[in-house]
């Protein structure tokens, strides 16, 4: 059974910086890939980045290119999410997801209910 498990939620403030993490279990292959959506108050799911594990191939969502950065530590099977320049619009529940199939951001945030695994979200909060 694939799990997920992330942590490093906060408050941190407008222009700040913040690291997210995400450790996997449960696979048996390197063909997967791992990836973060987010949710805020009233507001859609919306996808925010991907990696590819099998050859580290990455996507971001449009919203957060340029400001947010995904990685890997394999000896770790945890995964990293480097967010920089935070805005209010950052705010939001982020959530580690872990799919063989849904390999782009906007896929992952929208088949949320049929991905191999995803955690309970860790919340960040972006202040003034």
């Known amino acids: 059974q694939v799990k997920v498990v992330e942590s490093g939620g906060g408050s941190v403030p407008a222009g700040g910086s913040l690291t997210l993490s995400c450790e996997v279990s449960?696979?048996?292959?390197?063909?997967?890939?791992m990836g973060w959506f987010r949710q805020a108050p009233g507001k859609e799911r919306e996808g925010v980045a991907v990696i590819d594990n099998d050859d580290g191939t990455t996507y971001y969502a449009d919203s957060v290119k340029g400001r947010v950065t995904i990685s890997r530590d394999h000896a770790k099977n945890t995964y990293y999410l480097r967010m920089e320049n935070l805005t209010f619009g950052d705010t939001a529940m982020y959530y580690c997801?872990?799919?063989?199939?849904?390999?782009?951001?906007?896929?992952?945030?929208?088949?949320?209910?049929?991905?191999?695994?995803w955690g309970q979200g860790t919340q960040v909060t972006v202040s003034s």
């Open positions: 449960g696979y048996t292959d390197s063909d997967y890939c």
């Open positions: 997801a872990a799919d063989t199939h849904a390999c782009h951001p906007s896929a992952m945030a929208e088949y949320v209910g049929r991905l191999d695994a």
